[in-house]
């Protein structure tokens, strides 16, 4: 059985001299009755759906069933492509990727819910774009997709991914700390700073909420896939340089729960509150609504 905390995960990857990702993809062979082969074979039809709903985007204007979103990656990795950007093409081509799968999503396309439809673009955009900077293998980016299913079943043993229950923080944020940690242990840190990233992660985006326009998961969620992508980058830099967390992942993970809790139902996915109910949101939802 998986371990129930980030301390113990930690301690068992340490005894046994084995990485997030490894533990994580023995755990998934004993509970699932899978071969070792198999439970890869089914990580990497996930990472090829991934790919496509990242990459798809990029190259062809795709436009939610709404018209809310759209045609967004494909200005983004053009202005990555020209050379010019401020933060590089790197990180901009990462935010292309994150918001193409978004698009991908909100036009009904096929996305793998990594952990939610709502934050789909955020760990393909971080694994496939730093494995991309990094000249990593595919079976290393498969490593690495367990790395982050590792990260992923402690938040929700522990806390939760629903923004219905805590907020963007638990979808958007639980998606970027599972990156986070995911690139840490490709880049060659071990499991302690796999989880401070996490933890890192989940401080810096603590307590935020999810007020979708006219209910539908595409504003704002498409451009927080992006801020989520950006954070889980930086904070993997940020971690292989030395910096620790000085609060424990797994105290990270028990305040994202809490403060989850701790916020009205308006913002948390009911679109009664937020950036749902300014002037604008409003405006847009009556278009919607008139559009369907």
């Excluded at 490894?22 to 004993?30: G, N």
């Excluded at 698009?103 to 952990?115: D, H, L, S």
């Excluded at 219905?164 to 880049?187: K, P």
Aim: aromatic share 4%.
């Amino acid at each position: 059985m998986f371990v129930n905390t980030g301390e113990e995960l930690v301690d068992i990857c340490r005894k046994e001299g084995v990485s997030i990702g490894e533990y994580t993809l023995f755990q998934e062979v004993e509970s699932s009755g899978r071969t070792k082969e198999k439970a890869i074979n089914r990580m990497r039809n996930s990472l090829k759906v991934m790919k496509e709903a990242a990459e798809y985007g990029m190259t062809h204007e795709v436009v939610s069933v709404s018209g809310l979103i759209g045609k967004d990656a494909v200005k983004l990795y053009k202005y990555a492509s020209r050379g010019n950007t401020l933060c590089g093409d790197f990180l901009v081509k990462a935010m292309a990727r994150a918001l193409s799968s978004a698009e991908v999503n909100a036009a009904m396309g096929k996305i793998v819910a990594a952990p939610t439809a709502g934050s789909c673009g955020i760990l393909p955009a971080v694994i496939i774009t730093a494995g991309e900077k990094l000249n990593k293998t595919e079976d290393e980016l498969i490593k690495a997709l367990f790395t982050a299913s590792g990260v992923g079943i402690l938040i929700a043993k522990n806390a939760t991914m629903a923004g219905a229950e805590g907020g963007c923080q638990a979808e958007c944020g639980s998606a970027a700390a599972m990156g986070a940690a995911a690139v840490v242990e490709i880049m060659g840190g071990t499991p302690q700073m796999a989880l401070d990233a996490a933890a890192i992660v989940i401080k810096n985006i603590l307590g935020l909420v999810c007020d979708p326009i006219a209910g539908l998961v595409e504003v704002p969620c498409a451009k927080r896939n992006i801020a989520g992508a950006v954070s889980a980058l930086s904070t993997a830099d940020l971690v292989m340089s030395g910096v620790k967390s000085r609060i424990p992942f797994d105290d990270c993970v028990e305040a994202m729960y809490r403060v989850g809790k701790q916020l009205p139902c308006e913002l948390r996915e009911t679109a009664l509150g937020g950036l749902a109910t300014t002037k604008k949101g409003i405006e847009l939802k009556l278009h919607v609504e008139g559009s369907l």
